[in-house]
């Protein structure tokens, strides 16, 4: 730390600090909480962030902030604002800090203000002021408010009342211990991989602990979130890992219930591999219509009015939150029917819950997107084209065809070509070409589906629609095949495609695009993997050959996308996107 006796000479000091450093100013009458201090001024998510009386640019806003201060210089020494002129101050600041703020917001440089609730940052400017602000910050316990704050805002019943209350001192211990949350996490999968690995073993021992270490893979799975608020410690490769691997746990964890069963004798991969095509279609949905919706203009909705009425009642909010079972409850129930019941009792109660809790949800966005008046945005759009995954034989059909004109076109075509595909594959005889000239068909659909921007009120359907095809047909043809390990070996492969699709998700959200348009026509696009898998469930009828191709498929896709998605974020300037509002 440095003081300067001025403007001028702060911004000297400005400009000799390494360009690749963070730098902050700090008025030397500032009186705060020391987590206000770090809220303000140790976040790395923001290029610039700012609380009275301090103000801080990482390397990307160094040099708006070196130019801000230089023409500071003449302006705050008169009195007068340092913004240009015509510009409105955004805060009551009148620092040298806040000034500056007002100066790169006008600029263009967005600063980000961190809301500090009950926590005190002020530059009094009198005896009377500063002995006020202190007796603010002996009023409040800071490390309370900061540990309060390490829990994410919006949480499920579970999570909020049986694991946060102790996790986030767990939280604590390891961050005074100097662990990362990217190192929690992995202890995370890890444990869930064990507990996977402990319900394969098919014993009921096995089952009890497999339960348990579920539960605290759970626990970890808090922790490393809470860590990363509480020490401020976020990261692109946090997040990334943060938002796959619970997909990775979670899934893992059916495969071992289904290798357990076996070992036992019952055959429940149908219920696995069905379990996890219904959850990730669920988390596309609510994907899809977040990006379709989250800038929508002139978004009004009396649904939307109604919940946030009965967000008013706090019973109600609770409930709601456990009713679309989120992934406390979710890991719950299986934690503790692993440990008491059977695997096939396990896999039917989720497939009850996440069914109903994908009705309940379903249902009431549909209700806000049809009673909404909004204009989606091209960007809107844009992601949900790439949400949608289309590969070259969808693309080749939309360069040549256009879809009619209305409102629902594209749902319908997407939600006919799936009906189509999926009842060829269940109803069709196995092993005959119907089902895939029901795919070629669907391929055709989809890309007359696409073929115009998705705008639509009920657009934001298509892609889970087509995740539902693609998954379901899969899913179908392995069973009815009745070749050994062939619903196994369709479990590697929709994982494969789901890590695709998460992977594109998360790249969305964190304002870097889909993935590139060569991996999309490398591994197929939907359209075209559906197809694939109904030639060779034609083609190879006989033997163990559809499960080899099968198997094959899986692991070219799993490289595939494994090696570009582990490439891009390891690499990538991504912002740390991590999960604050999603119940998953």
Same mark, same amino acid.
């Given at each position: 730390?440095?003081?300067?006796?001025?403007?001028?000479?702060?911004?000297?000091?400005?400009?000799?600090?390494?360009?690749?450093?963070?730098?902050?100013?700090?008025?030397?009458?500032?009186?705060?909480?020391?987590?206000?201090?770090?809220?303000?001024?140790?976040?790395?998510?923001?290029?610039?962030?700012?609380?009275?009386?301090?103000?801080?640019?990482?390397?990307?806003?160094?040099?708006?902030?070196?130019?801000?201060?230089?023409?500071?210089?003449?302006?705050?020494?008169?009195?007068?604002?340092?913004?240009?002129?015509?510009?409105?101050?955004?805060?009551?600041?009148?620092?040298?800090?806040?000034?500056?703020? /007002?100066?790169?917001?006008?600029?263009?440089? =967005? @600063?980000?203000?961190?809301?500090?609730?009950?926590?005190?940052?002020?530059?009094?400017?009198?005896?009377?002021?500063?002995?006020?602000?202190?007796?603010?910050?002996?009023?409040?316990?800071?490390?309370?408010?900061?540990?309060? +704050?390490?829990?994410?805002?919006?949480?499920?019943?579970?999570?909020?009342?049986?694991?946060?209350?102790?996790?986030?001192?767990?939280?604590?211990?390891?961050?005074?211990?100097?662990?990362?949350?990217?190192?929690?996490?992995?202890?995370?999968?890890?444990?869930?991989?064990?507990?996977?690995? +402990?319900?394969?073993?098919?014993?009921?021992?096995?089952?009890?602990?497999?339960?348990?270490?579920?539960?605290?893979?759970?626990?970890?799975?808090?922790?490393?979130?809470?860590?990363?608020?509480?020490?401020?410690?976020?990261?692109?490769?946090?997040?990334?890992?943060?938002?796959?691997?619970?997909?990775?746990?979670?899934?893992?964890?059916?495969?071992?219930?289904?290798?357990?069963?076996?070992?036992?004798?019952?055959?429940?991969?149908? *219920?696995?591999?069905?379990?996890?095509?219904?959850?990730?279609?669920?988390?596309?949905?609510?994907?899809?219509?977040?990006?379709?919706?989250?800038?929508?203009?002139?978004?009004?909705?009396?649904?939307?009015?109604?919940?946030?009425?009965?967000?008013?009642?706090?019973?109600?909010?609770?409930?709601?939150?456990?009713?679309?079972?989120?992934?406390?409850?979710?890991?719950?129930?299986?934690?503790?029917?692993?440990?008491?019941?059977?695997?096939?009792?396990?896999?039917?109660?989720?497939?009850?819950?996440?069914?109903?809790?994908?009705?309940?949800?379903?249902?009431?966005?549909?209700?806000?997107?049809?009673?909404?008046?909004?204009?989606?945005?091209?960007?809107?759009?844009?992601?949900?084209?790439?949400?949608?995954?289309?590969?070259?034989?969808?693309?080749?059909?939309?360069?040549?065809?256009?879809?009619?004109?209305?409102?629902?076109?594209?749902?319908?075509?997407?939600?006919?070509?799936?009906?189509?595909?999926?009842?060829?594959?269940?109803?069709?005889?196995?092993?005959?070409?119907?089902?895939?000239?029901?795919?070629?068909?669907?391929?055709?659909?989809?890309?007359?589906?696409?073929?115009?921007?998705?705008?639509?009120?009920?657009?934001?359907?298509?892609?889970?629609?087509?995740?539902?095809?693609?998954?379901?047909?899969? *899913? @179908?043809?392995?069973?009815?095949?009745?070749?050994? =390990?062939?619903?196994?070996?369709?479990?590697?492969?929709?994982?494969?495609?789901?890590?695709?699709?998460?992977?594109?998700?998360?790249?969305?959200?964190?304002?870097?695009?889909?993935?590139?348009?060569?991996?999309?026509?490398?591994?197929?696009?939907?359209?075209?993997?559906? *197809?694939?898998?109904?030639?060779?469930?034609? @083609?190879?009828?006989?033997?163990?050959?559809?499960?080899?191709?099968?198997?094959?498929?899986?692991?070219? /896709?799993?490289?595939?996308?494994?090696?570009? +998605?582990?490439?891009?974020?390891?690499?990538?300037?991504?912002?740390?996107?991590?999960?604050?509002?999603?119940?998953?």
């Amino acid at each position: 730390m440095t003081a300067a006796a001025d403007a001028s000479e702060a911004a000297e000091l400005l400009a000799a600090v390494p360009a690749s450093r963070r730098v902050a100013l700090v008025d030397p009458r500032f009186v705060g909480h020391v987590h206000a201090l770090r809220l303000g001024l140790t976040d790395p998510r923001f290029a610039a962030a700012a609380i009275p009386g301090a103000l801080t640019a990482q390397p990307e806003a160094r040099a708006a902030l070196l130019r801000a201060l230089r023409r500071a210089v003449v302006a705050v020494g008169a009195g007068s604002p340092v913004a240009p002129p015509g510009a409105e101050p955004v805060t009551e600041d009148r620092t040298v800090p806040g000034r500056l703020a /007002v100066a790169l917001d006008a600029e263009g440089t =967005h @600063v980000q203000r961190p809301e500090l609730g009950s926590l005190t940052a002020e530059v009094p400017t009198g005896p009377e002021e500063r002995v006020a602000a202190r007796a603010a910050v002996d009023a409040v316990d800071d490390e309370a408010v900061r540990l309060r +704050s390490a829990v994410k805002a919006h949480d499920g019943f579970f999570t909020t009342f049986f694991i946060s209350p102790y996790s986030r001192y767990i939280a604590r211990w390891c961050a005074r211990r100097g662990l990362t949350p990217n190192q929690v996490t992995t202890a995370s999968l890890i444990t869930a991989l064990i507990a996977a690995g +402990s319900a394969a073993t098919g014993t009921r021992g096995g089952y009890v602990a497999a339960g348990v270490l579920l539960l605290l893979s759970f626990v970890l799975d808090c922790t490393d979130g809470q860590l990363a608020r509480y020490s401020l410690q976020y990261s692109t490769m946090g997040a990334w890992l943060d938002a796959t691997f619970d997909r990775a746990k979670e899934y893992a964890y059916y495969a071992g219930l289904a290798l357990g069963a076996a070992r036992g004798g019952d055959d429940v991969w149908v *219920l696995a591999l069905g379990a996890m095509v219904l959850q990730a279609c669920r988390h596309v949905v609510d994907f899809s219509f977040n990006e379709a919706n989250h800038d929508a203009v002139s978004n009004t909705s009396p649904t939307a009015a109604l919940s946030d009425k009965l967000d008013s009642v706090g019973w109600t909010v609770w409930l709601r939150r456990m009713i679309v079972l989120p992934i406390g409850e979710r890991w719950a129930m299986i934690a503790v029917l692993t440990a008491v019941t059977t695997p096939r009792i396990v896999f039917y109660a989720l497939l009850v819950g996440c069914a109903l809790a994908a009705c309940y949800t379903t249902a009431g966005r549909l209700l806000r997107s049809l009673t909404r008046k909004a204009q989606r945005t091209d960007r809107a759009a844009r992601a949900l084209a790439d949400l949608a995954d289309s590969g070259p034989l969808a693309e080749g059909v939309g360069a040549v065809l256009r879809r009619p004109r209305g409102g629902f076109t594209a749902p319908f075509l997407a939600l006919a070509g799936a009906a189509v595909v999926v009842a060829a594959a269940l109803f069709a005889p196995y092993g005959g070409w119907l089902t895939v000239g029901a795919a070629a068909l669907y391929a055709v659909v989809s890309g007359l589906a696409v073929s115009r921007p998705l705008k639509g009120a009920l657009d934001w359907l298509v892609p889970p629609v087509f995740r539902a095809a693609e998954y379901c047909t899969v *899913l @179908v043809l392995a069973a009815r095949s009745d070749v050994p =390990h062939a619903v196994p070996a369709a479990f590697g492969l929709v994982s494969a495609v789901a890590y695709h699709h998460y992977d594109t998700v998360y790249r969305i959200r964190g304002g870097t695009g889909a993935p590139p348009r060569w991996l999309v026509r490398t591994i197929g696009g939907h359209e075209g993997r559906t *197809l694939v898998v109904a030639v060779l469930a034609a @083609v190879l009828t006989g033997g163990s050959g559809f499960t080899t191709a099968l198997t094959v498929l899986a692991a070219a /896709v799993a490289l595939v996308v494994l090696v570009e +998605s582990i490439r891009f974020w390891v690499s990538s300037s991504a912002p740390a996107v991590h999960d604050e509002g999603e119940l998953a």
